[in-house]
């Protein structure tokens, strides 16, 4: 069982700063795909960043490209998100995700595959 344990989160004005973390197992953490989704209210799941744990490879989508940034810190089993440049539109809940098919921007069918989510709310 994947087991992601999530931090961070909060609220935030427009242009503002957060960082998500997301500590693994090392099982869960070793050689896999891990990153970050979200999803607005009336709005579809969507996998905005990745990064391939065992080359430190990252994945984003344009929209995020330039403003968010993913790492992984290896003593620590952890994949972090900082996210900068804020938008209101960035608002929604964000789950940390960990399965071969994130790094494809995919967000996985399997629940078990999810952290718990946290709450991110921009303000203009």
């Known amino acids: 069982q994947v087991q992601l344990v999530e931090s961070g989160g909060g609220s935030v004005q427009a242009g503002g700063s957060l960082r998500l973390s997301c500590a693994a197992s090392r099982n869960t953490y070793t050689n896999n795909c891990m990153g970050w989704f979200r999803q607005a209210p009336g709005k579809e799941r969507e996998v905005f960043a990745a990064i391939y744990t065992a080359a430190v490879r990252t994945y984003y989508v344009n929209s995020v490209k330039g403003r968010f940034t993913i790492s992984q810190d290896n003593a620590k089993n952890t994949v972090y998100l900082q996210m900068d440049k804020m938008k209101p539109e960035d608002t929604a809940m964000y789950y940390c995700?960990?399965?071969?098919?994130?790094?494809?921007?995919?967000?996985?069918?399997?629940?078990?595959?999810w952290g718990q989510g946290t709450q991110v709310t921009v303000s203009s």
């Open positions: 995700a960990a399965d071969s098919v994130v790094c494809l921007l995919i967000v996985p069918d399997n629940p078990g595959h």
